[in-house]
């Protein structure tokens, strides 16, 4: 009698562990709500890159010129190292202007963001541009 | 039965307090990056406390009044906070004037890319010595093409250089010295960005000229700059000071006396439009010791604040890049925030 009572005692208790181990790895494995942060930072580094690089209207003029090189050093200095990037810039009815492709490594599989800028030229006749500006941590 | 059901308890608490802290310190982020826009893109109180030497602000903000382009700040706000300057703010008054008791921040603000200055060779030639410099400009190890311009200056010589660095980076700089002179030479190099003027660094390198080897910028005198004028606190009685001047990427001028005693001469220090940071150059004699000493304008690179470096791992550190302008040249500006520093 008290044997079986035992048994079940302890058939019990496992029972109870597992229970208890189940609900902890649900609770671990429940997925949290995603972390921002990182991709805000990136959105305000890729939006201040663009503005300084405009400043006194250099970007415009760069793209009129089509020194696509140029414009990837330039954003190669301005960004912090460890930043994969990628630049495409669209006329004022959409189509794609640069020849080349302006980036510096791959994008494909990091989560990036994506930034966009208007500037224009200050020619006699003005251009505009939207400059697109897509950017992930390396690694 | 109990013990089980108190490890099940102890368990869950460890697991889940992480995860209620996590939640505690969630916006950090988002108010360590507002604060970080906001150190840059507002004046302060009074908005001209740069320029006023015995102000303390009542609130911190780097950038300069009446601009309209964003992240533009004042050249003497960021000379205020280099600790070698004689108007500098310590740490402790800046925190203060920041206002937010439960964070630290550190404040970085250096050139875009780096110099590095290197003297190959060195050997007479007729009536004088010639060096023979290499010069390499990189952005964290990347080659970078630029346009140099280089002085070299000894007592009231000065000698300008302008040449380019390949496509590798690198470039070298003969530059020859009259041997009728000695003492203390410097060579200022400034370096411009061939894809954007306003990217630019400046290097500098003491070196000895038929004399041995210079003694360590600051010897003689502490040059500290503000509101254009230059103060140059002398240290001994025995100094004679010869010239001032003032290097630019694409100028120089001789800087006339503003007032002297004994101790101190100012100087004034014209206003350049040129997109370049500003070198003020320092020449004299101790006895029978010459100096060239020198000092920045705005005097970067500088950091302050405490050294996150050393925090306890796992503590959480948001770091903020920007890009801002000072007197039309682009510098880099890296703030850190974390938790109250001990060091406060």
């Given at each position: 009698?008290?044997?079986?009572?035992?048994?079940?005692?302890?058939?019990?208790?496992?029972?109870?562990?597992?229970?208890?181990?189940?609900?902890?790895?649900?609770?671990?494995?429940?997925?949290?709500?995603?972390?921002?942060?990182?991709?805000?930072?990136?959105?305000?580094?890729?939006?201040?890159?663009?503005?300084?690089?405009?400043?006194?209207?250099?970007?415009?003029?760069?793209?009129?010129?089509?020194?696509?090189?140029?414009?990837?050093?330039?954003?190669?200095?301005?960004?912090?190292?460890?930043?994969?990037?990628?630049?495409?810039?669209?006329?004022?009815?959409?189509?794609?202007?640069?020849?080349?492709?302006?980036?510096?490594?791959?994008?494909?599989?990091?989560?990036?963001?994506?930034?966009?800028?208007?500037?224009?030229?200050?020619?006699?006749?003005?251009?505009?541009?939207?400059?697109?500006?897509?950017?992930?941590?390396?690694? | 039965?109990?013990?089980?059901?108190?490890?099940?308890?102890?368990?869950?608490?460890?697991?889940?307090?992480?995860?209620?802290?996590?939640?505690?310190?969630?916006?950090?982020?988002?108010?360590?990056?507002?604060?970080?826009?906001?150190?840059?893109?507002?004046?302060?109180?009074?908005?001209?406390?740069?320029?006023?030497?015995?102000?303390?602000?009542?609130?911190?903000?780097?950038?300069?009044?009446?601009?309209?382009?964003?992240?533009?700040?004042?050249?003497?706000?960021?000379?205020?906070?280099?600790?070698?300057?004689?108007?500098?703010?310590?740490y402790s008054?800046?925190w203060?004037?920041?206002?937010v008791k439960d964070a630290s921040f550190q404040?970085?603000?250096?050139?875009?890319?780096?110099?590095?200055?290197?003297?190959?060779?060195?050997?007479?030639?007729?009536?004088?010595?010639?060096?023979?410099?290499?010069?390499?400009?990189?952005?964290?190890?990347?080659?970078?093409?630029?346009?140099?311009?280089?002085?070299?200056?000894?007592?009231?010589?000065?000698?300008?250089?302008?040449?380019?660095?390949?496509?590798?980076?690198?470039?070298?700089?003969?530059?020859?010295?009259?041997?009728?002179?000695?003492?203390?030479?410097?060579?200022?190099?400034?370096?411009?960005?061939?894809?954007?003027?306003?990217?630019?660094?400046?290097?500098?390198?003491?070196?000895?000229?038929?004399?041995?080897?210079?003694?360590?910028?600051?010897?003689?005198?502490?040059?500290?700059?503000?509101?254009?004028?230059?103060?140059?606190?002398?240290?001994?009685?025995?100094?004679?000071?010869?010239?001032?001047?003032?290097?630019?990427?694409?100028?120089?001028?001789?800087?006339?006396?503003?007032?002297?005693?004994?101790?101190?001469?100012?100087?004034?220090?014209?206003?350049?439009?040129?997109?370049?940071?500003?070198?003020?150059?320092?020449?004299?004699?101790?006895?029978?010791?010459?100096?060239?000493?020198?000092?920045?304008?705005?005097?970067?690179?500088?950091?302050?604040g405490p050294d996150f470096s050393e925090s306890i791992?796992?503590s959480r550190i948001?770091?903020?890049?920007?890009?801002?302008?000072?007197?039309?040249?682009?510098?880099?500006?890296?703030?850190k925030w974390g938790g109250l520093s001990d060091s406060v």
């Amino acid at each position: 009698m008290f044997d079986r009572r035992g048994q079940i005692r302890i058939i019990e208790s496992f029972l109870a562990i597992a229970v208890v181990f189940s609900a902890v790895l649900v609770s671990v494995t429940f997925p949290s709500a995603p972390d921002l942060s990182k991709q805000k930072s990136l959105a305000s580094i890729a939006t201040q890159a663009l503005i300084k690089l405009d400043t006194n209207g250099t970007l415009g003029s760069l793209i009129l010129k089509q020194l696509w090189t140029d414009i990837k050093t330039a954003l190669e200095v301005l960004l912090p190292v460890g930043v994969s990037f990628n630049l495409t810039i669209y006329d004022g009815t959409g189509h794609v202007v640069n020849s080349e492709v302006i980036q510096n490594s791959n994008l494909l599989g990091q989560e990036a963001v994506s930034v966009q800028y208007v500037c224009s030229t200050r020619s006699q006749t003005i251009h505009f541009f939207v400059v697109r500006l897509q950017m992930a941590w390396m690694g | 039965m109990i013990i089980l059901a108190l490890s099940a308890i102890v368990g869950t608490t460890k697991l889940i307090t992480p995860y209620l802290t996590d939640l505690a310190h969630r916006d950090d982020a988002d108010r360590f990056q507002y604060l970080a826009s906001h150190l840059l893109l507002t004046t302060g109180t009074p908005k001209n406390w740069g320029q006023l030497e015995s102000i303390v602000p009542s609130s911190l903000g780097l950038a300069k009044c009446d601009t309209v382009q964003p992240y533009e700040l004042d050249i003497d706000k960021v000379t205020r906070l280099n600790n070698e300057n004689i108007y500098s703010l310590d740490y402790s008054k800046l925190w203060q004037a920041l206002g937010v008791k439960d964070a630290s921040f550190q404040i970085e603000i250096k050139p875009l890319f780096q110099l590095s200055i290197e003297l190959v060779s060195d050997s007479t030639q007729g009536s004088q010595r010639v060096y023979e410099f290499k010069i390499a400009a990189r952005k964290s190890g990347m080659p970078l093409s630029t346009n140099l311009n280089s002085y070299v200056i000894l007592k009231d010589f000065v000698n300008e250089t302008t040449s380019s660095t390949s496509p590798d980076g690198v470039t070298t700089v003969t530059i020859g010295i009259p041997n009728s002179l000695h003492g203390t030479a410097l060579l200022l190099v400034f370096a411009q960005a061939t894809v954007n003027s306003q990217m630019v660094s400046l290097g500098m390198y003491s070196f000895g000229h038929n004399s041995q080897s210079p003694l360590p910028n600051g010897t003689f005198t502490r040059l500290s700059t503000l509101d254009y004028v230059l103060n140059a606190s002398l240290k001994y009685a025995t100094i004679e000071v010869s010239k001032a001047q003032v290097f630019t990427f694409s100028y120089n001028f001789s800087l006339n006396a503003k007032t002297q005693d004994d101790q101190t001469v100012e100087y004034d220090i014209p206003r350049l439009l040129d997109a370049s940071p500003m070198v003020i150059v320092l020449t004299g004699v101790n006895g029978s010791t010459s100096f060239t000493e020198f000092v920045p304008y705005p005097q970067v690179p500088l950091q302050i604040g405490p050294d996150f470096s050393e925090s306890i791992a796992g503590s959480r550190i948001a770091v903020y890049r920007y890009t801002a302008t000072i007197n039309s040249a682009l510098y880099e500006v890296v703030t850190k925030w974390g938790g109250l520093s001990d060091s406060v």
